[in-house]
């Protein structure tokens, strides 16, 4: 009788221990499935208030996808950075886990970031690397194709300077270096593919110059401030991606207080070789970024930028979608930051 017990006993024991093993496998698995907290943030290449304002739906949109995906999000903070390189900082250090940051950026900062995917964007009416067809063909406008890359243009606006420069250009004379050096330049942070990167490389390749050489640069915060400077006349060039214009369009007249329109008022003196379009990218460090997380929000913003209503909440970029990007589309990047490097030391 008392062997009958004992074994008895060590049974239910062992059952119990199973059982709670059991249990515990099922916690884990539900936890790995709960996002407590993911941190979202884009870079201010738009001005950040608008940013915040049109993004806001994306936290609703993107919990219902991800659950979809099979996690629970339990919370999305979205933000926008101070600077580009903020971004690249915050994504290094793990305190933001997605990144909305342009491809110079991830390269800058691959050691800390994955990319994931790359965006889609409808194609301008007008594409040259010749300014006098920008010039001729404006304005440009959306159309229907698909676009992986973009241009930096260099703009001159309407002070005196802008368009003795615009007038030399559209007579079919090569701009010297004295003209360029004799301007006032807005330009972005350093690590801006269209607002610095590529119109460091135009100046390198035609003048054998670059930005770090010009007399006078002024490091605009957003391109709504650098419009801004160009409309009032405090700049002569503005350097940023090639639809600017088209982002900017309304506010020329109805903020920055010119009375003809950006159109008749700018005209391109130089473009940019191609730039790869903008990244989703997602932290090395961050707590919640495993294998499987990552493939389910490449799903869930590949869904967004497939429906409508996704579509008007990526348009504060211009973007029109989103296709999985790998780390060697980036490779033309990592030769023009290896070169604007080598260019800064010597």
Not at 80 to 106: C, R
Not at 196 to 211: F, S, T, V
Request: proline share 3%.
């Amino acid at each position: 009788m008392k062997k009958t017990t004992f074994l008895l006993a060590c049974v239910l024991a062992l059952a119990t221990l199973v059982g709670c093993g059991n249990n515990k496998k099922e916690v884990s698995s539900v936890d790995e499935n709960v996002i407590e907290d993911l941190k979202i943030q884009f870079v201010p290449s738009r001005d950040p208030k608008e940013i915040t304002t049109q993004t806001e739906p994306l936290k609703a949109i993107l919990k219902t996808e991800l659950a979809n995906e099979g996690y629970d999000v339990k919370n999305i903070d979205i933000s926008v950075g101070t600077s580009f390189e903020s971004t690249g900082e915050a994504l290094t250090a793990g305190t933001v886990d997605v990144g909305f940051i342009p491809g110079s950026t991830y390269i800058l900062y691959e050691d800390g970031s994955d990319v994931l995917l790359t965006a889609t964007r409808n194609a301008l009416s007008t594409d040259s690397d010749d300014p006098i067809f920008w010039n001729k063909n404006k304005p440009s406008k959306f159309i229907e194709d698909q676009a992986t890359y973009y241009r930096t243009l260099i703009l001159a606006g309407p002070s005196e300077q802008g368009q003795k420069l615009a007038a030399k250009v559209n007579n079919g004379e090569k701009l010297t270096w004295e003209d360029l050096d004799n301007a006032k330049w807005s330009v972005m942070g350093s690590s801006s593919p269209a607002g610095y990167i590529y119109p460091y490389l135009w100046l390198q390749n035609g003048y054998e110059k670059g930005i770090t050489d010009l007399k006078t640069t002024v490091q605009s915060d957003s391109y709504a401030s650098a419009a801004a400077r160009l409309a009032s006349g405090q700049v002569d060039i503005v350097v940023g991606y090639s639809d600017l214009r088209l982002d900017y369009e309304d506010q020329w007249t109805e903020e920055f207080g010119r009375d003809a329109s950006i159109w008749d008022e700018t005209n391109v003196i130089g473009v940019s070789d191609k730039i790869y379009n903008d990244t989703i990218s997602v932290s090395k460090n961050s707590k919640v970024m495993t294998d499987d997380f990552k493939k389910a929000l490449s799903n869930a913003f590949i869904n967004i930028g497939n429906s409508e209503e996704g579509k008007e909440i990526i348009a504060i970029y211009n973007h029109n979608g989103y296709q999985e990007a790998h780390s060697e589309d980036y490779d033309s990047e990592r030769d023009a930051q290896k070169l604007l490097k080598e260019l800064k030391n010597n």
